[in-house]
Every structure is written in C-alpha cells, then in structure tokens.
C-alpha cells in the first residue's frame, strides 16, 4: 500500500498507542495525526474529575506523539483538517454512549458524501462488540452471569490477541489551540496532590496493573471486599480512557490462571454487561430500566431532604463506613467498590433520595466515572436495574463496617474523628429508615419492567 495517505486518527476514549485497532489501520494506509477534539456539544459534560485526568492523559500521551488538541464542533474540525492537511482518511475506535452510537454514524456518513475522504471505525474498547452477545432467543442477555459466560465461551473460541504498536510516520506541522480542561473558573480545585497517587496515561495504567497482579490478584476473590487492603486493581480509569485495553488485561491476567484470576475478569465482565445494556437501552442514564420504579415516592431535595443529601456527599452522616467512603471519594477522586455499595445503598435507601442525585455526584466527583457503569451500578443498588439488586436488600452500614473492616482501619484512615465528641449523630435512625424504606417499595413490589 502506498504511503502518501494522510490519515486522521480522532481519539477519544483510546488514549494509548498498544492494542489500539484505529491506529493500526491508519499507520498501514500512510501518515497519521493524531487529533483531540474538545467538543462541548457532544453528548454528557465529563465531571470534574475526569477533566483532570484527561488533561494528564492527553499530557502523558502529548510526550510520546505530536498530538493535535483542537476545540469546536467535531465535524468542522475535522473538515478544517481535511481542507489543511489534505488527508484522505478518517478512523477512530468506538464509544458506546448513545449519543455517541448516533452522532459517529451521522459523522461517518457527513465525511464520506461532503469530505470524500474514507472512514473507518474499529472496536478499541470492549472485548466484545455489544451486538455480538446473544442468548438463545438471539437476543440481547438482562442477566449478568450467563452473559459472561457466554462471553468466556465466545473468547476463548476465537483468542484474544491484542494489536502490538505499529510503526507509525506522524504527520506533523498542525497546531494545537489552547484548551485548559481543568480546572475551569467555576470549580473547586479539589484535585490537589492527585498526581500523587495516580498516574494517568498507558505507561501508568500498565505499571497500575502489574503492580495489581503481582500483589493483589492473589488475594482477589475474598480481599476485594475489604476497603482496607490494597487488592483492588484501581485500573478503572485507565480503562474509562482507554490507556490499556480489555484485551491486554484478559491476557496479563491469564498468566495467573485460577479463581482468583476467574473472579478478576468477571469484574471486566460487568464493565461488559453495563456497556451492552446501555448499548441496547440507552434511556437507563436517565430512566429506570424497570418502570415500575417511577412510582417510588422519592423525597425532594428540599428541607431535610436537601440537607441529608449535603451531609451524605461531606461525609457528615453519623454512619462511620458511609462517611469513610465518601470521603476516600473526595480526597481521591475513587473509592472502594463494596463501600460504593454500602453508600448508594445510604443515598436510595436510608435517605430515600433518587439514585440519579447520587450518579450526578459520582460522575463529578470519580475519576472513573463511566456512563454505562455509574447507570447500572446505581440502578443495581437501587433495584431498578438489570440483574439488580432485590429492592429489599438494605445494606445495614453498622454491620458491613462490622464485616468488612472489622478493625475500624479504613473508618480511621478516612473518619478520624470517629469515637469522639467531634464525630456526628446519626442522621436518620436504620430501623426507622429500612421501613420508610420498605413502605415506598410496596409501590413497585411485584411489577416488572
């Protein structure tokens, strides 16, 4: 193949240079530039803390590649490009969102007819497509555990082989405008000393994860659920931006076969799940799954209402593992999977706010916030999801403290005023809160979706 193409490689949510399918079509058809485009009409606003990982990432990525970082309305950059540079070709890797799905199809379309120029988009995100994965109707699966086994049937049938890094002829030359993600005028710079616990970037998500396997995996299956120990991956970020691949993950992990191994990539299973229940339901970001739900008599945020929610997101609420989390939340951008549990649980079920108020915070607040995971994940907790949680399951936040850091060691590390004056009376009694609770489900006991 000739090498006098140019090739815009648009990236989004691939930022890395391994394992990345865009890329790899773009380097074989001639020179690539690498663009960012910073589009604020394009679908959900990121978070506060997201903006600040991807500021780091694009910075990491801007050191290994002349990187272009553009703003405006993606089709008119990327026409403006076309027009500049003469490149004949356009590729990018998929994003699952909705407004995503729709918007790239019309872009795919607008830039054959009007640019003449061909495009191609490729799967850099999940190790499956969403349409892929069918149960024995040939429909999409609601149900977590026969999805993924279905999924481990269909990888291991055909492999898993990642894309190595090509070699790649960088077209350069094109200047970046100034884009400053964060922080903006209007936020709290929250994120100081952040750059000390995380490093944003493929080089870091790699690090993160052989760090994981080499001191967390063995411990997974049980460790994972104590806040205390460091047996958790923390590669959510890293995989949100796509600075290391599914597929790279599944074939690190493998080399450490058994349970524990099992359990860990059943948890990039569940990232699976939630992006092909969004694909296919792509109200659930703002609706529940199972409409019954919408007659849950939820408290307005008002009055004691709005209050509880404040000292809920400050970590102020008398509950010591509830507080702990939100706080890790705050100070860390991230927190703890069964604390996030235990908290969004708090929010739904003992304060009988919307789970929506609490996806909003999560998604300004976690440098992982993921569209299709923070809408399962609090549609799980709050019983209005796929695969959800019973409605009546109520997490006691006494009890899971009790259980899963039983010698107060995360409460302490993140709540130390905890067992003195200082700490805060409960703000709603549990007993009190589970039957208020239970009282609004015997709306929606019994319906489906």
């Not at 140019?6 to 394992?19: A, F, G, K, M």
């Not at 990525?61 to 990187?67: A, E, F, H, N, V």
């Not at 990232?271 to 199972?290: A, G, I, S």
């Not at 809920?312 to 507080?323: N, S």
């Amino acid at each position: 193949m000739t090498h006098s193409h140019i090739t815009i490689w648009w990236l989004r949510q691939d930022l890395r240079l391994s394992d990345n399918p865009a890329l790899v079509w773009a380097a074989q058809r001639g020179k690539v530039l690498p663009v960012y485009i910073h589009d604020r009409t394009r679908g959900r606003l990121a978070g506060g803390a997201t903006k600040w990982w991807l500021q780091q990432s694009l910075a990491a990525l801007g050191k290994q590649i002349p990187l272009v970082i553009k703003s405006g309305e993606t089709a008119k950059v990327l026409h403006d490009l076309i027009a500049e540079t003469g490149a004949d070709g356009v590729c990018w890797n998929r994003c699952y969102e909705p407004w995503a799905v729709n918007s790239d199809k019309d872009l795919k379309s607008l830039l054959r007819e009007n640019a003449k120029v061909e495009v191609e988009s490729f799967n850099g995100a999940l190790l499956l497509e969403p349409w892929e994965v069918k149960n024995g109707s040939g429909t999409e699966f609601k149900v977590f555990t026969p999805f993924w086994k279905t999924c481990v049937g269909l990888l291991e049938a055909r492999g898993v082989i990642p894309y190595p890094p090509p070699q790649v002829t960088w077209h350069e030359g094109v200047a970046s405008d100034s884009v400053t993600f964060y922080p903006s005028r209007n936020e709290p710079d929250w994120a100081a000393g952040w750059d000390k616990l995380w490093q944003p970037g493929e080089d870091g998500a790699h690090k993160t994860l052989q760090h994981f396997l080499a001191n967390g995996l063995q411990h997974y299956a049980n460790g994972r659920d104590l806040p205390a120990k460091p047996y958790t991956s923390k590669l959510s970020p890293h995989l949100h931006f796509g600075e290391i691949s599914p597929r790279q993950i599944w074939v690190e992990a493998k080399k450490h076969a058994g349970a524990n191994c099992d359990k860990f990539l059943s948890e990039v299973g569940w990232r699976e799940f939630c992006h092909q229940l969004l694909y296919h339901y792509p109200t659930m970001v703002e609706q529940n799954w199972k409409q019954n739900f919408d007659a849950y008599p939820w408290r307005k945020l008002e009055g004691k209402a709005a209050a509880d929610f404040e000292a809920w997101t400050k970590g102020k609420t008398g509950y010591p593992l509830v507080d702990a989390g939100m706080r890790e939340l705050w100070h860390t951008g991230w927190m703890h999977n069964r604390v996030r549990m235990v908290t969004a649980s708090f929010l739904i079920k003992h304060l009988r706010i919307d789970w929506r108020e609490g996806e909003k915070w999560f998604w300004d607040t976690l440098v992982d916030a993921d569209q299709a995971n923070n809408a399962c994940g609090w549609q799980w907790v709050a019983g209005s999801g796929a695969d959800a949680a019973p409605y009546f399951r109520i997490f006691n936040p006494t009890s899971q403290a009790e259980k899963f850091d039983p010698q107060d060691s995360y409460i302490k590390k993140w709540v130390p005023e905890y067992g003195t004056s200082l700490y805060p009376k409960p703000i709603v009694d549990h007993e009190a809160a589970r039957k208020a609770a239970m009282d609004g489900y015997e709306m929606v006991k019994g319906e489906s979706a």
